[in-house]
């Protein structure tokens, strides 16, 4: 009997015993391959060397000190690291130990320049439906998840929201993809009027947009209208690259497909690469240097911010990537997994659309393709297509609630940025079944 209170209590999951590269491997030695990376995670797959030993390095030199005392070298270097790749103006970096630990630090750093600003009215975050930025209460509240906010309604502070930026849902017939951008970016302007122009501190948006819908990228032109209207308004942009960043779409930030440059940022996931608790918000020399000429800090903490282990893992992760020229690898791998996927989907009765950036990809799954109607969610279809990929070996990320947080399907892809041609093949056929096995059986 498990004692752990695990996500679902009807049953007890198998015991992951070791990680071999691409795969995962469980007590009874059944082997795993990671097609999602857990959730977007194991960007070097499993086991690898160069950061467990620079891990054990880290561990037998110093484990641990309180930042409110120390600084570490470990963090130091990632910082350096970090600052030296991040895009023109982004100065500072504040490290946490995951995602939705970024979230909150991000719109705490929010407000406190907009009181540091002289602008201590600019209260409202809006942020987009269909959008996930944690788990925790205020990034609940500033996402768009209506199944993971709904229990919790009553406790997350007021949000507002405009619709995503997702063509095959919201696209009009003969709609231009510039032209479609430039009307769902100017939602955004919308809402800011409503507000009060001088009320809104940040809009807050996934660059490519992850779990909630699946690899939605933007469409041309929509973050640079983005970043004009927020501009136009003083309102700080902060892109969400938890899960699409780290050269998961096969440039170390996502956004530098986008022409653009954000206030702040915040990545993880792929920063640690699965090895240990670590992510970091990204802050603009601009909202660092008002805070730093009025109070002079910055009114938030955590106990393992900056832990020396997981800034040593990080920094290892990182150097790998460049290093080992694995973004040339995404890019590739990328082009493999769109053909794969449009070869063996691109014709199927149930799937409507095929989706992403290098190897962040998915595909929707619909009743009928020509009219785009998602299946009954009383089907279960997403679970049914993740315990069907399982038992063949396949570790993916199907979710449901795809198109308005109860309705649709998708199944996201994301394996580590050592894969081969052959694995990418081997997570499609085995996908591909799955699919299949799940839809006939619901």
């Known amino acids: 009997m498990t004692r752990v209170l695990h996500r679902r209590l009807d049953e007890t999951p198998p ?72 895009p023109e103006g982004i100065d500072k970096v504040f490290f946490v130990s995951g995602g939705s630990e970024a979230t909150e630090a991000a719109l705490k750093l929010v407000r406190q320049f907009a009181i540091e600003n002289g602008d201590p009215q600019r209260e409202y975050i809006i942020a987009r439906r269909q959008s996930f930025h944690g788990n925790t209460l205020a990034a609940l509240a500033v996402g768009g998840h209506a199944q993971r906010r ?39 302007e919308a809402k800011i009027v409503e507000l009060g122009a001088d009320r809104v501190a940040a809009f807050i948006a996934e660059t490519v947009v992850g779990s909630t819908t699946g690899c939605v990228p933007p469409v041309p032109g929509y973050f640079k209208r983005i970043r004009e209207i927020c501009d136009k308004y003083g309102v700080l942009l902060v892109l969400d690259e938890v899960m699409c960043g780290m050269g998961r779409t096969g440039t170390l930030h996502a956004c530098e497909q986008e022409s653009m440059i954000p206030d702040i940022m915040t990545v993880a996931k ?26 002079g800090f910055f009114q938030h903490s955590h106990t393992y911010q900056g832990h020396p282990l997981a ?38 009765p149930h799937v409507g659309d095929i989706r992403g950036r290098g190897l962040f990809q998915a595909i929707e799954l619909v009743e009928n393709r020509d ?56 997570i499609v056929d085995r996908l591909s079944d799955a699919v299949d096995t799940a839809i006939a059986a619901s």
């Not at 070097?44 to 160069?50: A, F, K, N, Q, R």
């Not at 970091?280 to 008002?290: I, M, N, P, Q």
Request: charged letters at 20%; aromatic letters at 8%; proline letters at 5%.
């Open 150 to 188: 709904a229990p919790y309604t009553p406790l997350l502070f007021k949000a507002h929201h405009i619709a995503p930026c997702f063509a095959y849902r919201n696209q009009q017939p003969g709609e231009s993809e510039e032209a479609y951008g430039l009307r769902a970016a100017d939602e955004l």
């Open 311 to 348: 800034c040593a893992a990080g920094l290892a992760v990182l150097t790998a990537i460049h290093e080992r020229d694995l973004l040339a690898n995404v890019v590739a791998r990328g082009r493999d997994f769109t053909d794969r996927l449009v070869e063996r989907f691109g014709d199927h």
């Open 371 to 426: 009219t785009k109607e998602p299946f009954d969610p009383a089907r279960r279809l997403h679970a049914r297509v993740k315990k069907a990929a399982f038992e063949r070996g396949l570790i993916c990320y199907p979710m449901g609630g795809t198109v308005d947080g109860v309705r649709g399907v998708h199944v996201q892809l994301a394996p580590p940025f050592i894969a081969t041609a052959d694995d990418i093949a081997l």
């Open 15 to 86: 015991i992951a015993v070791s990680g071999d590269g691409m795969y995962l491997i469980d007590a009874a030695g059944k082997r795993y391959i990671d097609g999602s990376g857990g959730a977007a995670v194991s960007c070097l797959g499993h086991g690898d060397p160069d950061v467990i030993a620079a891990i054990q390095a880290q561990a037998a030199k110093l484990a641990y000190a309180h930042t409110s005392f120390f600084s570490s070298e470990a963090a130091e270097s990632l910082a350096d690291l970090l600052i030296r790749d991040a």
């Open 270 to 295: 792929g920063v640690g690469g699965g090895y240990v608790p670590l992510g970091a918000v990204l802050a603009s020399r601009r909202v660092v240097d008002t805070i730093a000429g009025g109070s």
